[in-house]
């Protein structure tokens, strides 16, 4: 079983839709969680950080269930800047970060 | 936020060739930075993690003779493949963490990577 895993997608999304994109890790000790974004052919940029209250960041919106191992990122109002792949990340509790293997997404006009 | 360079940020090489790339932290000091490979739609999976002044600790899997790396300085960190193959064609990419950081344990930075294709 990977450590952290999500749906692959592609989700193709008109201009203006809701998405959410979901990811489950597999290490109940995992002690931070983030969401990346990477567009093609560059390196992963931090997106938000996610914590168990939830938390918001404009139309971005991360959910974490540490019972369930479930983390969740939602994308209100979608632009077309939104289209990149987005990569659930876990701190396993090393120093280094555990990645999923993205979620790609493409905004369509 | 912290910047991170990488050099080359793509190189072409004949197997069989040794390929070095250079991880730079350029406004901070980095006691530790993370060597990640990508291939084509997969995950950055941790090669191995560099400490300045002592060697590094590599993951499962990953040879450390063949993946060389080299951590001299708070600022540089070095990656050489050895005798390069075309199975080690991928993107490179390096992360360092600053040392100085107030949010610490978690804060790390990206370099741009470096794609290698060897032919």
């Known amino acids: 079983r990977k450590e952290v895993e999500q749906d692959p997608g592609p989700f193709n999304v008109p201009e203006g839709a809701t998405v959410a994109f979901n990811c489950t890790y597999s290490?109940?000790?995992?002690?931070?969680f983030f969401w990346y974004r990477q567009d093609c052919r560059k390196e992963p940029k931090l997106l938000m950080s996610?914590?168990?209250s939830g938390n918001e960041d404009g139309r971005f919106t991360a959910q974490l269930n540490r019972a369930s191992q479930y983390i969740s990122l939602l994308i209100r109002d979608s632009k077309l800047s939104d289209s990149a792949t987005y990569l659930c990340v876990v701190n396993p509790g090393r120093r280094a970060l555990t990645f999923g293997s993205g979620t790609r997404l493409q905004v369509q006009p | 936020g912290a910047v991170v360079s990488q050099h080359p940020s793509w190189v072409i090489c004949k197997s069989g060739t040794s390929v070095k790339i250079e991880c730079r932290s350029l406004?901070?000091?980095?006691?530790?930075m993370f060597w990640y490979r990508q291939f084509p739609k997969q995950s950055l999976m941790l090669m191995a993690t560099s400490n300045e002044g002592s060697k590094a600790t590599y993951e499962q899997g990953v040879e450390k003779d063949k993946f060389l790396i080299n951590h001299a300085s708070l600022t540089l960190s070095t990656l050489t493949v050895t005798s390069a193959h075309p199975e080690d064609s991928s993107f490179y990419i390096c992360?360092?963490?600053?040392?100085?950081?107030?949010?610490?344990?978690?804060?790390?930075?990206f370099g741009p990577g470096t794609r290698l294709t060897v032919l």
């Open positions: 992360s360092a963490r600053d040392l100085l950081a107030a949010s610490g344990y978690n804060e790390q930075f």
């Open positions: 406004d901070f000091q980095a006691t530790t």
């Open positions: 996610v914590y168990s």
């Open positions: 290490n109940s000790a995992s002690q931070s």
